[in-house]
């Protein structure tokens, strides 16, 4: 999944796109098979334009694993935490 400052827009479509290859518009798009205009995500919230599900889809799971990141990386600090706890009460 990668959202960067431009969103993909098909000719008469009423949804955008991000650059995500799991999005099977996105994917032809990438191909070439498409013919497609590069916005930004302000300019295509302005004419009116969706996010498309597929890509809304990705993008929500994304989140998700960004934040199951995070509680690991959290994870391990308090280990780290209660291993040097541990190491203090136990070297007397
Ligand atoms: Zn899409």
Redesign the pocket.
């Known amino acids: 999944m990668h959202r960067g400052p431009y969103v993909y827009v098909t000719k008469g479509s009423r949804?955008y796109?991000?650059t995500?290859d799991d999005?099977?518009?996105?994917s032809s798009i990438l191909k070439g098979k498409k013919p497609f205009q590069r916005i930004t995500e302000e300019q295509a919230q302005q004419m009116g334009l969706k996010l498309?599900r597929?890509?809304a889809k990705e993008y929500r799971e994304d989140q998700v694993e960004r934040q199951a990141n995070r509680f690991s990386v959290y994870l391990g600090a308090v280990i780290a935490v209660v291993m040097v706890i541990a190491f203090f009460l136990l070297t007397d």
Request: glycine residues 0%.
């Open positions: 949804t796109h991000y995500d999005c099977p518009v996105t498309c597929h890509c």
